[in-house]
């Protein structure tokens, strides 16, 4: 069941969620109440797990990094009286998955997987993804630069020191 919040819990979830690194005290300013309060509130939201975790947003391209990320489209026959859940459960205990989610359009979920390599990534395709049960077609794209994420944006005129992949 989904959980109404107030105003308030809204507001302090949207300042995390811009800045994790913010003290209890600098929200309670923002917030204009009491550093108590916003200590409350934050331990609520854990524990209904609205917050689920406190991350870094790391610019990858920054660095370097072996890992090779793919975003595979997912057509998916949804099974009786489960939908598209059972599936995407399926999916999302997958170790080698970061991201799965429910869209609208020409397939039916966007799964964000990471790997040592390109062929890592082929295999798990075909050897753990496509055999689900459910899991009627696959097309995999790799990622080659991010811009911007989660409203972060990451570089704009620097050239790209990956080579494209031709698949």
Aim: with cysteine; proline share 4%.
């Amino acid at each position: 069941m989904l959980k109404p919040l107030t105003t308030l819990e809204l507001k302090l979830i949207h300042l995390v969620e811009e800045d994790c690194k913010r003290t209890n005290l600098e929200l309670a300013k923002i917030l204009k109440i009491p550093e108590a309060d916003v200590e409350n509130l934050l331990h609520i939201l854990e524990e209904d797990k609205i917050i689920l975790k406190y991350r870094a947003i790391v610019n990858w391209e920054k660095i370097e990094s072996p890992e090779v990320v793919a975003l595979i489209q997912v057509t998916v026959t949804p099974s009786q009286g489960e939908g598209y859940d059972e599936v995407a459960r399926k999916i999302s205990n997958l170790e080698e998955v970061s991201t799965c989610m429910l869209v609208s359009g020409s397939f039916d979920l966007l799964v964000e997987v990471g790997g040592p390599s390109l062929k890592d990534v082929a295999f798990f395709v075909a050897d753990k993804l496509a055999t689900i049960a459910g899991v009627e077609h696959t097309r995999t794209n790799f990622l080659l630069k991010r811009y911007k994420e989660g409203g972060d944006i990451f570089s704009g005129s620097e050239k790209t020191h990956r080579l494209p992949v031709m698949i």
